[in-house]
């Protein structure tokens, strides 16, 4: 049964540091990996999709990388805002036709 | 021109009532599912359908009954509910099995 593992569980940082948040998953034979983020007392935003041929997506200041045969990957955030503050979720397909795996989420919150 | 809409935003109850959750999408998409985040936010599956039909059912209690009375709409209803219901719940779509998801603001259930 897939797992996913996400640390920190929450982080503060001031604005403008970069940062890295992680994601570990136990079964490493995924279909994709995506990244969210989700706001207080809102739903989930989709930030970046990586297939599991890839080995990175970047949006704006955004960049995903994703390492299959360690079961790892990153979420880099460069020149933090306080706009960023949230909570950030890992998730991971297994297959064409399963569901997503979630983590717990890493809390973020970047201060002026 | 809301993507992924839910009714209602919040639900009060009494132990033992039965409610309904009602989802619609607008973004054309064949995939429809319900999630469950708990007090500890984490986000698990409970449903998903495609076109319409039952794709996994994620050991959910038989309390709740999923409907999809076509492909822009899920609905959920819960029986004779219990305070372990207390949750968001949201709902989400996506254009096939694998595609990227797309979340609704949630309903948060509080049961008494």
């Known amino acids: 049964k897939q797992e996913v593992t996400q640390i920190p569980a929450a982080l503060s940082v001031p604005e403008g540091e970069n940062l890295v948040l992680n994601c570990s998953f136990t079964d490493s034979a995924i279909y994709n990996l995506q990244w969210f983020r989700q706001d207080p007392g809102k739903g989930l935003t989709s930030l970046l999709l990586?297939?599991?041929?890839?080995r990175e997506q970047t949006s704006g200041r955004l960049n995903a990388s994703l390492d299959k045969s360690s079961g790892r990957s990153t979420l880099y955030i460069a020149a933090s805002q306080p706009g960023d503050s949230a909570t950030y979720l890992c998730?991971?397909?297994?297959?064409?036709?399963?569901?997503?795996?979630f983590g717990k989420g890493t809390m973020l919150l970047v201060s002026p | 021109d809301t993507a992924v809409s839910q009714t209602p935003k919040y639900l009060v109850t009494q132990m033992g009532n039965d409610k309904s959750i009602k989802c619609e999408q607008n973004l054309g998409h064949d995939t429809m599912y319900w999630y469950k985040q708990d007090s500890k936010k984490f986000l698990k599956i409970m449903f998903s359908?495609?076109?319409?039909?039952?794709?996994i059912n994620e050991t959910v209690p038989n309390r709740f009954s999923p409907k999809s009375p076509d492909k822009a709409h899920l609905n959920l209803h819960i029986n004779s509910l219990e305070l372990g219901d207390s949750a968001v719940y949201f709902c989400?779509?996506?254009?096939?099995?694998?595609?990227?998801?797309?979340f609704g603001p949630g309903t948060r259930l509080t049961v008494l």
């Open positions: 359908y495609n076109n319409k039909e039952l794709i």
């Open positions: 990586i297939q599991s041929s890839q």
């Open positions: 989400a779509s996506s254009l096939g099995l694998a595609g990227d998801q797309f």
């Open positions: 998730a991971v397909r297994n297959s064409g036709y399963s569901t997503l795996t």
